[in-house]
């Protein structure tokens, strides 16, 4: 019996040992076989991020790292000089150049625009129409403002002649007459207007007629900064805007229109590079001017003012004086 009960016993000790010894030899070929998979899933991915990256081009850590980038603080804003005062019920100074508000005022509210619509109205005659073309004006097309006709039934015009009209006289007769043009093409003028502002951004804004006389339509501020970074890809339009006098004629010569600029700040301020004004009873004044400063472009944009003028020089002028653009 003893010896039956030590053969047993050792049976157990050699058979526990047998265990022991084949579970380590398992877990040593798991960790094997983990370590062989661990390291070609590493290849694996080396080689995908070597595909992935084209060549020369820096990873976003180094790029970061080696950027050479540095941001830009200018202009330098100068507290000692205070804000203007505004009461317009909009208005900012923008910084073209730098992509600044150098002044703000609810720059997001939607407001009547009035002549300042004229803009838009140039860019969709010079993107559809040829300044060569002439139209036959339309008695619709005359005193479309009740305040006196720019233009005569039956007169025949060219559509570069309605254009100066347009932007130095900011004739609404012609901004009619120019979206008759496009009307007789089969192309709506007003759907043209809105479409490009949905194309510019100008998600405020809604236009109703090419004069702006409708009050019921509207932009922004913010609106008018894209519309006019947009629109500085046409000099005709800014330099046109610059003309303080001109006379244009009938096709035959035999009808004179003398041209007197809106805009009475072209002989006040320096640099203007261009500039539009706007009235109607439901807008006030308006008006937006582009200078030329320090080698920048400042925009100055005043809705809904009592002083269009004065609010625009004040702006401008303090834009001047309370910022550094160099060293």
Do not use: C
Request: glycine letters at 6%.
């Amino acid at each position: 019996m003893p010896e039956r009960i030590i053969f047993l016993t050792t049976l157990v000790v050699l058979l526990t040992g047998l265990a022991v010894f084949l579970i380590w030899d398992d877990n040593s070929q798991l960790e094997t076989g983990l370590k062989a998979s661990i390291a070609e899933e590493i290849d694996t991915t080396a080689d995908t991020n070597k595909t992935s990256i084209a060549p020369n081009t820096p990873s976003e850590t180094s790029t970061y790292l080696t950027s050479s980038s540095e941001p830009n603080y200018y202009p330098i804003r100068d507290f000692n000089i205070p804000l203007p005062e505004i009461n317009a019920k909009a208005a900012a100074l923008y910084d073209i150049n730098t992509g600044k508000f150098l002044f703000q005022k609810n720059i997001g509210q939607h407001l009547p625009i009035a002549s300042i619509t004229k803009i838009m109205t140039a860019i969709i005659v010079l993107e559809h129409l040829n300044l060569d073309e002439t139209t036959t004006i339309k008695a619709e097309d005359t005193n479309v403002d009740g305040n006196g006709a720019d233009l005569y039934k039956g007169e025949e015009i060219s559509a570069e002649n309605l254009f100066k009209m347009l932007l130095i006289k900011s004739s609404n007769d012609s901004a009619l007459a120019l979206a008759d043009m496009l009307n007789k093409k089969s192309i709506d003028f007003v759907l043209e207007m809105n479409k490009k502002a949905l194309d510019l951004g100008m998600i405020d804004t809604r236009f109703l007629d090419p004069a702006g006389l409708n009050d019921e339509g509207f932009s922004t501020v913010s609106d008018l900064i894209k519309l006019v970074k947009y629109s500085e890809r046409y000099d005709t339009i800014w330099k046109t805007t610059l003309t303080e006098s001109a006379e244009v004629k009938s096709t035959d010569g035999l009808i004179i229109h003398p041209l007197t600029n809106t805009n009475k700040l072209l002989a006040k301020i320096e640099n203007i590079i261009g500039g539009k004004t706007g009235f109607t009873d439901g807008a006030g004044e308006s008006m937006l001017l582009l200078v030329r400063h320090s080698g920048n472009t400042l925009l100055s944009i005043v809705l809904g003012s009592n002083d269009r003028f004065g609010e625009t020089e004040k702006l401008i002028e303090w834009g001047k004086a309370a910022h550094k653009w160099d060293n």
